[in-house]
């Protein structure tokens, strides 16, 4: 029903920046929160940042001052940009989001590599 791409991530060195970008599509009126997630190897999967679709942001402690999330409600799309990253930054970011018109849903991303590494 609700299909998330993901684009943006690559290789960058301790220090630099990317920006991360997610295009949601199918029956996208009724998405509440979207946001990033994601899991390095070996760990559990972890939030980042959410915003849901009055605005309100939550970002994990690890990425507060360096990570920014931002939401254009018209296009239905969420960016994350990724400033000061550290190699600890280095997972698969899977972008989510969710619906609660009916039945509380939830719907992912393909997920694209993060690798912060010099």
């Known amino acids: 029903q609700v299909q998330l791409v993901e684009s943006g991530g690559g290789l960058v060195q301790p220090g630099g920046s990317l920006r991360l970008s997610c295009a949601a599509s199918?029956?996208?009126?009724?998405?509440?929160?979207m946001g990033w997630y994601r899991q390095a190897p070996g760990k559990q999967r972890e939030l980042v940042a959410t915003?849901?679709?009055?605005?309100?942001?939550r970002y994990a402690d690890s990425v507060k001052g360096r990570f920014t999330i931002s939401r254009d409600n018209a296009k239905i799309t969420v960016d994350l940009q990724m400033n000061s990253l550290k190699p600890e930054d280095t997972a698969i970011y899977y972008c989510?989001?969710?619906?609660?018109?009916?039945?509380?849903?939830?719907?992912w991303g393909q997920g694209t590599q993060v690798t912060v590494s010099s």
């Open positions: 199918g029956s996208i009126l009724s998405l509440f929160t």
């Open positions: 915003t849901t679709r009055g605005g309100s942001t």
């Open positions: 989510y989001a969710d619906s609660i018109v009916t039945t509380f849903e939830t719907y």
